[in-house]
Nanobody
Framework: QVQLVESGGGLVQAGGSLRLSCAASGRTFSGYAMGWFRQSPGKEREFVAAMYWRGVITYYADYADSVKGRFTISRDNAKNTVYLQMNSLKPEDTAVYYC???????????????WGHGTQVTVSS
């Protein structure tokens, strides 16, 4: 059974940084896509970042325009963990951040079958 568990959220001032972690279990995620979405109160869940890799080769990484240049997605194969490094945080980045996984990045954006429970990120102005 696939399980995704997020951690690393918290309260940070604007301009600060946080690193989110998504620990995955139930299978190896090499050859699958993993990524991050977020949802703010009153808004729909939106795509943030994703990557697809196999072994040590990253084949594809994608970011929402709103986070390009500020957020970086990465992974640790040995730990079966995906990270989201968030720099230069803005109040509008405040949201619950969710980890997700699917067979491809496209499939994940359309309807990811696996989700974590989320971690709250709050950026104060």
């Amino acid at each position: 059974q696939v399980q995704l568990v997020e951690s690393g959220g918290g309260l940070v001032q604007a301009g600060g940084s946080l690193r989110l972690s998504c620990a995955a279990s139930g299978r190896t995620f090499s050859g699958y896509a993993m990524g991050w979405f977020r949802q703010s109160p009153g808004k729909e869940r939106e795509f943030v970042a994703a990557m697809y890799w196999r072994g040590v080769i990253t084949y594809y990484a994608d970011y929402a325009d709103s986070v390009k240049g500020r957020f970086t997605i990465s992974r640790d194969n040995a730990k079966n963990t995906v990270y989201l490094q968030m720099n230069s945080l803005k109040p509008e980045d405040t949201a619950v951040y969710y980890c997700a996984s699917a067979s491809t990045v496209q499939a994940m954006k359309l309807n990811a079958p696996y989700w974590g429970h989320g971690t709250q990120v709050t950026v104060s102005s």
